[in-house]
């Protein structure tokens, strides 16, 4: 469901409370060409397939422990790893070309929010030059895991046993 509001603000987001709906301002379903609306509503699709908002709240509260400056770095990278992802649906479903002009036409709109609730996924979250760097070069930012890495994660598992069964005691 794709919900038109009226406003002199761009906006662009997944929302999943209390229904999970798009909603666009008017502003952007102006600006933006057909194709490129078509973009935007794939990837806030992608957000709502994903469950974002919800892995969204999870990871607030899970990081609400940490220092600020590990916290507020944790959560910036999930988040440009989260719109990457969502990215790469809506290119796949569309053109990235036209992902990308979205992109950047609808960050010349929009002024950037004070808030950023958990159950929110707003098209512009993340730093943008990475997300259209990763539209126009997908090849590049591929990583693989080394195989010291997965020695060390086999490694881990019976430790991560051991922990497991001494927190039910």
Request: net charge neutral; with cysteine; hydrophobic share 50%.
């Amino acid at each position: 469901r794709v919900d038109i509001v009226a406003g002199d603000q761009a906006l662009a987001m997944a929302l999943c409370v209390p229904k999970c709906r798009v909603v666009v301002s008017e502003q952007v379903v102006e600006q933006l060409e057909a194709a490129e609306f078509r973009a935007l509503i794939e990837h806030e699709r992608a957000h709502l397939a994903r469950g974002v908002a919800y892995a969204s709240l999870v990871l607030g509260i899970a990081t609400m422990f940490l220092l600020p400056r590990a916290r507020e770095q944790l959560r910036a990278a999930w988040r440009l790893a989260v719109e990457q992802s969502c990215d790469g649906i809506a290119a796949y479903r569309t053109d990235a070309l036209t992902l990308a002009s979205a992109l950047l036409k609808y960050a010349r709109m929009h002024r950037p929010r004070t808030l950023e609730p958990a159950m929110v996924s707003a098209f512009d979250e993340a730093d943008l030059g990475a997300r259209i760097r990763f539209l126009l070069y997908p090849q590049t930012h591929v990583i693989e895991t080394t195989s010291g890495l997965r020695w060390w994660l086999l490694a881990s598992l019976p430790i991560a046993f051991a922990l497991h069964e001494l927190g039910e005691f």
